[in-house]
């Protein structure tokens, strides 16, 4: 992957760092954007006119974009009864419509040989009680990558998207402080235990190189899609009352 040129949106913490990092030891230059500290550039996926501009300057800086990530990601925690209507509009902005604005204008910008690859989730084909919002707009993002593959394909551009299971990460951890669910995912986890940022960006990697994977959401999981998801509102209320 010798000078190629990277952005990794999404890419300030958790599994986005780990893949900016993997891209970079692959020998690409790796832009980082994010609207958290230690980006490169700061970009709010919500924001179509912040996407576009973040696309059209790493043109004019670089002349091209080789290998889009698409990793920035929220979640929150309601039954769907009590569901917020803000907090679900929050967390579809970001993961599902960021998603699209991210494939949107990564699609004007790159070439043929181009790649995107999304993190989706577990929760993409797996229902978690609590999770409406994020369930439903990683499906969403899901079946966005395979009709973006279908659309860009004839331009020579891959889309492929990684979902992984549990990950500990700035996103994963407050759930992981309440008593028990952290032993619920490894024991509904056949390999037995949560997945390191690392691997996930090596899965990544592989989704960037490999030149005839398209259309692919790939499980990233130790298994765990064959068991099934923790009852994270059952040790919600049983931790808070």
């Known amino acids: 992957m010798s000078e190629r040129v990277a952005v990794v949106v999404g890419g300030a913490s958790g599994i986005g760092a780990a893949c900016a990092q993997a891209l970079r ?10 609207v958290a500290e230690g980006a490169d550039v700061a970009c709010d996926v919500t924001s179509e ?16 974009v080789d290998v889009v990530v698409n990793s920035a990601g929220t979640s929150t925690l309601a039954a769907v009864i009590d569901h917020d209507l803000a907090e679900w509009r929050r967390v579809v902005d970001v993961c599902l419509t960021g998603a699209f ?21 577990l929760n993409a084909r797996q229902p978690g009680g609590g999770l409406a919002a994020y369930c ?3 499906a969403g993002l899901a079946m966005l990558t395979q009709v973006a593959a279908l659309e860009l394909a004839p331009r020579g551009i891959r889309v492929n998207a990684v979902s992984p299971g549990l990950v500990v990460t700035p996103l994963t951890a407050p759930a992981l402080d309440i008593p028990g669910i952290g032993d619920d995912y490894t024991e509904n986890t056949p390999l037995g235990r949560a997945g390191t940022p690392q691997e996930v960006a090596e899965a990544v990697v592989f989704c960037s190189r490999a030149a005839w994977l398209t259309g692919e959401v790939i499980d990233l999981n130790g298994g765990a899609h064959l068991m099934r998801y923790p009852d994270l509102l059952g040790h919600v209320g049983r931790a808070f009352g």
């Open 25 to 34: 030891d692959e020998g690409a230059t790796v832009v980082v954007a994010d």
């Open 49 to 64: 006119e912040a996407v576009s501009a973040l696309f059209d300057g790493l043109v004019a800086t670089h002349g091209r």
């Open 101 to 121: 604005l991210v494939i949107k204008h990564a699609g004007r910008a790159l070439g043929e040989g181009g790649s995107i690859t999304s993190l989706t989730s």
């Open 136 to 138: 439903s707009a990683k």
